[in-house]
């Protein structure tokens, strides 16, 4: 699995003008689920991505976890993000789970953010939708279950 995280003062995802999930500080997290992925899997980037400290605390260092900002997040399913780009110029999806079985891990996912008592919004699973967002630092840090 993959997932690019991006601390946020504020992001929203919209699908057909209709906006699904909106959040003032937190996380977008960017999610792909790569063919071959496990429980196991989702369940070590949910605890990595709880017990994250990147928020800044009173004397300016990233010291702060999402708990203690009171931040929620905001989950996008995005299978790009497992994109081939080693052949030509079309990028090759082959390394994407089957959509069933993404979807499957991108809701078993979420399921285990929230059981740390974090509220998860979604955008919606295999839907072109829009993600605006304002990223805080910037601060983008990308999780990669191959490399742990």
């Known amino acids: 699995m993959k997932v690019v995280l991006q601390k946020v003062k504020q992001a929203d995802v ?12 937190g996380y977008v997290l960017l999610v792909g ?6 429980e196991k899997e989702a369940d070590y980037l949910a605890k990595k991505i709880n017990g994250l400290r990147i ?9 702060l976890d999402i708990h203690q900002v009171k931040g929620d997040i905001l989950s996008i399913s995005q299978f790009t993000l497992l994109a081939d780009t080693k052949k030509g110029n ?4 082959t ?21 740390f008592d974090l509220v998860v919004k979604e955008g919606e699973f295999g839907a072109h939708m829009s993600v605006s967002l304002i990223n805080d630092g910037p601060v983008t840090i990308i999780f990669d279950t191959d490399n742990k």
């Open 14 to 25: 919209v699908v057909q003008e209709v906006s699904l999930g909106e959040i003032q500080t």
């Open 33 to 38: 689920v790569a063919d071959g992925d496990t």
């Open 95 to 115: 390394k994407s789970a089957h959509p069933e079985e993404a979807l499957r891990l991108y809701n078993y996912f979420n399921e285990q953010l929230r059981k």
């Open 90 to 93: 079309r990028p090759s999806f």
């Open 55 to 63: 928020f800044e605390d009173v004397e300016g260092k990233m010291n």
